[in-house]
């Protein structure tokens, strides 16, 4: 019985769903990864195909290091006309451009020029000096949301300053997170989990029951460490953060995060931001303007435009967190954390209940064709009690077998 039980739970095991996971590259040297839940068997290369084929859609569009991108060319075009681009193009600078509207500035995809005045672009130099005042105001006449302009139909950018550039570092990894995302539930794969360069969206669950869960790491710089996890279900989720990409100036820190309103690195204590939306566009591009804006801001926007933030400020050694919305902190387990497949009590349940359905079947038949079932003791037929007689006898109405077995002798059929 217990070989059969446990080769039923074998079998269970191994027709349920798993995960199947991958790693990569995307625009550069961002790192990605992709988990999918479908059948063990699966064959996940024509899924990895797709997902690389819309990672490259989007970086040869949006990318600022390939020089034949859309934006690379756009930014080299001095013209004033409408430029055409794709339509995946235009979603994004149409998006970028309402939340620099809701943000009152705060995020803005055309600082770029000051972005890497700062030397955080694409091509760094090695005897880097930061911007006077002069060269700092020289830059933001070259700069500004509203200076820019799109449509959808047919898609094309236009801008109004001939230097205007633009840079979309900030929300285009959000998009091809959800573009990912949407891929992979058109191939049929509801439940899955999609991470670039810290931005990520997940829906459905694992195997097991449990959420998908995302770590936050500790605003800690030069060191890697977990500070607090989030579960996230059918949402998308991106953190922004100083603690790694800034300048040393005169013997001080300089963050990458730029204020489009100022021209300079911003001043606050915000160590880092994470936010949690619908879409991971939205929580890419909000998560850095909350960098920009502060916690009590935060808290705001949070409330107005209903998404879920969380908040670490570092002054000196004090910290302060903020938190706004129901954000969907969760306690991890770790000594389950790594276990994606059924549990060993789910598969032997699920051996019990496929036991139960096998005596009942036989039951029935028996029912039906009046019959007893042969065995039906459990093998206690053959067990004798300390007086002689035999366990079988504890059935009201034994079965011919039974009776063979009481008497010693064959009964009448």
């Given at each position: 019985?217990?070989?059969?039980?446990?080769?039923?739970?074998?079998?269970?095991?191994?027709?349920?769903?798993?995960?199947?996971?991958?790693?990569?590259?995307?625009?550069?040297?961002?790192?990605?990864?992709?988990?999918?839940?479908?059948?063990?068997?699966?064959?996940?290369?024509?899924?990895?195909?797709?997902?690389?084929?819309?990672?490259?859609?989007?970086?040869?569009?949006m990318s600022?290091?390939?020089?034949?991108?859309?934006?690379?060319?756009?930014?080299?075009?001095?013209?004033?006309?409408?430029?055409?681009?794709?339509?995946?193009?235009?979603?994004?600078?149409?998006?970028?451009?309402?939340?620099?509207?809701?943000?009152?500035?705060?995020?803005?995809?055309?600082?770029?020029?000051?972005?890497?005045?700062?030397?955080?672009?694409?091509?760094?130099?090695?005897?880097?000096?930061?911007?006077?005042?002069?060269?700092?105001?020289?830059?933001?006449?070259?700069?500004?949301?509203?200076?820019?302009?799109?449509?959808?139909?047919?898609p094309a950018i236009r801008k109004t300053e001939p230097h205007l550039q633009i840079d979309l570092s900030a929300i285009a990894k959000g998009y091809a997170v959800d573009l990912v995302s949407a891929k992979l539930t058109e191939l049929g794969f509801p439940a899955h989990f999609v991470e670039i360069g810290g931005e990520v969206r997940a829906h459905g669950a694992k195997p097991n029951g449990r959420p998908w869960v995302v770590a936050i790491e500790k605003p800690t710089v030069g060191v890697r460490q977990l500070d607090r996890t989030a579960a996230i279900r059918d949402a998308a989720m991106a953190t922004s953060g100083n603690y790694r990409n800034f300048v040393e100036v005169a013997g001080r820190r300089r963050s990458h995060t730029i204020d489009p309103r100022t021209g300079e690195p911003i001043e606050n204590h915000v160590a880092s931001v994470s936010v949690v939306a619908a879409d991971c566009m939205t929580a890419d591009a909000l998560a850095t303007a909350i960098m920009v804006l502060g916690p009590a801001e935060a808290a705001r926007l949070a409330e107005q435009r209903r998404f879920s933030v969380f908040v670490i400020e570092l002054d000196g050694g004090e910290r302060t967190e903020t938190i706004a919305g129901d954000f969907p902190f969760y306690e991890l387990d770790v000594s389950s954390a790594a276990a994606d497949g059924p549990t060993i009590w789910t598969a032997l349940i699920a051996a019990f209940v496929l036991f139960g359905l096998a005596v009942l079947g036989m039951a029935i038949g028996a029912i039906f064709s009046r019959r007893p079932i042969q065995g039906s003791?459990?093998?206690?037929?053959?067990?004798?009690?300390?007086?002689?007689?035999?366990?079988?006898?504890?059935?009201?109405?034994?079965?011919?077998?039974?009776r063979e077995k009481q008497t010693g002798e064959p009964s009448r059929r």
């Open positions: 019985m217990l070989l059969a039980v446990m080769w039923v739970a074998a079998t269970v095991a191994s027709a349920q769903d798993v995960v199947h996971s991958w790693s990569g590259k995307t625009m550069g040297p961002i790192d990605y990864t992709v988990k999918i839940i479908g059948p063990k068997q699966i064959d996940v290369e024509p899924v990895q195909a797709e997902v690389t084929a819309v990672l490259e859609s989007v970086n040869s569009c600022t290091y390939q020089p034949d991108s859309e934006i690379s060319r756009f930014n080299r075009s001095q013209s004033t006309d409408w430029f055409s681009v794709t339509n995946a193009t235009a979603v994004v600078i149409k998006r970028s451009l309402e939340i620099s509207e809701i943000t009152q500035g705060a995020f803005d995809i055309t600082v770029k020029p000051i972005v890497e005045r700062w030397n955080f672009g694409a091509g760094k130099q090695s005897d880097f000096t930061p911007p006077s005042t002069e060269e700092t105001r020289a830059l933001l006449e070259r700069i500004g949301y509203r200076k820019l302009a799109v449509r959808l139909e047919p003791c459990g093998g206690l037929a053959a067990t004798t009690n300390p007086d002689g007689s035999t366990r079988c006898s504890l059935c009201q109405n034994p079965s011919q077998d039974c």
